[in-house]
Structure formats: C-alpha cells, structure tokens
C-alpha cells in the first residue's frame, strides 16, 4: 500500500528566506506524487505533481519540488517565502491500485512566514 | 474558482436531523470523491465514484449515504449523524479511469462543506 509521511507539523520561515517543506512516500511501483496548499476556511489547492521526466517541478505562485527517487522524497520549495505563503500544505501519492483512483495524502505540514 | 462547487457551506444539524450534502463539477471530470477533514486528523477518503460507479467505501458508517446520479453531481446524504461526526467535507473530482487505464490526473477540490451536529 501507498503511504505518504510528512516528517514536521510545524514549519516556521521568515519572509524573504527559501522555505522547505518535506514529504517522504512508500510506493509498490512508480510515485505519482502531488502538493496541495489549504488556506484557512477553503479547499485544497493543487500546486505542482510529479509523474515523470525532469526531477524538479515547477509549479504554481512560484513554488517547486524536487523528486529524489533513492531517498524517496518530494520535498516542497521556494526560493524566497511570502507572509501570504502562510498555509497548511499537504504532499500526497496517487494510488496506482484501483487504476489510479485513490489518492493517499500526508498529515500535512503547517507553513508559518512571519514578516 | 475551481470549477467544483459545494453547498451548503457551513451545516448545523441535530442528532436526528437528515440533511444532505451537494457537490457539482464543471470540469468534464468522470470521477467524483468525498473526503472527511477533522482537526488533527489526516484526509479521509470515504467514497470515489468511477463513471458513477462506487469503486471505494473506505469502511464508512452507514449513516453516510452517498449518491452519484450523473458524472458531474455528488452527493453525501446524512442522517442520524454524531457529534463526532463534525467535520470539514470536501467533495473534489479528477478525469477518470477507464478500464485498464491508470488516471495520474490530479484532484480538484470544492471550498467544503463545515458540518456541525449538535
């Protein structure tokens, strides 16, 4: 089975510095891997996925990720944190049983940027 | 706008109440999916549907009642709830998987729907 870990509940960045947001994954085959942001009160919002190719990802507000296929990860970056960066932010695995359907996400990781 | 949309967005409800949760897609999308979001608890996936067939019931009480008329509507129909059942629900829906097919789309979600019983 599929499993996503996201080894910190907390991360705190000042604005301006990079900020990392780490994810590990356990998958029987090829990682289909995802980041989402929550804002308070609201949905999930898709920010970038991994399916193949080049090992790091562009995604949306200017946030990337980097897959490392032997440390098993796909940790979350930006290159200069904003205040409104400030989310809850959940990495997740598309599960390959099922045909793809099922999607396992992480325990999610709270961003705090402080002015 | 994600193109998922979800009414009501906040619920009160007794114990004895039946109410019903609203999800509606206008993404061409063929699969439909419910999630459960409690405080200090990861996602919960609780029911997908495939081109409006049930393929996963993540062992959900029987007091969740879900209901898939067309590709583009979802709803989760509730009664007899607990307090414990309080939660943010999240509808979201992706392209589907025809048979024999792997889907590496990703999720689109609505704003959710807060729930609280009383």
């Known amino acids: 089975a599929q499993s996503v870990a996201q080894p910190e509940d907390q991360v705190n960045v000042a604005e301006g510095n990079p900020l990392t947001v780490k994810c590990t994954y356990s998958v029987s085959g090829n990682p289909y891997l995802f980041w989402y942001v929550q804002y308070p009160n609201r949905g999930l919002q898709f920010l970038l996925k991994y399916i193949t190719g080049d090992n790091l990802v562009k995604g949306s507000y200017g946030f990337e990720a980097e897959f490392n296929k032997s440390q098993t990860s796909f940790h979350l970056k930006k290159p200069s944190a904003l205040v409104s960066d400030s989310a809850l932010y959940f990495c997740a695995v598309r599960d390959i049983d099922n045909y793809g359907q099922n999607f396992v996400f992480g325990p999610g990781t709270r961003l705090s940027v402080l002015p | 706008e994600t193109g998922v949309t979800q009414t009501p967005r906040h619920l009160v409800m007794g114990m004895t109440n039946k109410k019903s949760l609203k999800c509606e897609q206008h993404l061409g999308h063929n699969a439909m999916y419910w999630y459960k979001q409690s405080a200090k608890k990861p996602l919960e996936l609780m029911f997908v549907?495939?081109?409006?067939?049930?393929?996963e019931n993540n062992s959900v009480p029987s007091r969740f009642s879900p209901e898939c008329p067309n590709s583009s509507h979802l709803f989760l129909h509730l009664h007899t709830l607990q307090p414990e059942d309080s939660a943010l629900y999240l509808c979201?829906?992706?392209?589907?998987?025809?048979?024999?097919?792997?889907?590496?789309?990703?999720?689109?979600f609505g704003e959710g729907s807060r729930l609280t019983v009383l």
């Open positions: 979201a829906s992706s392209q589907g998987s025809a048979s024999g097919s792997l889907n590496t789309g990703e999720l689109f």
């Open positions: 549907y495939n081109f409006k067939e049930q393929t």
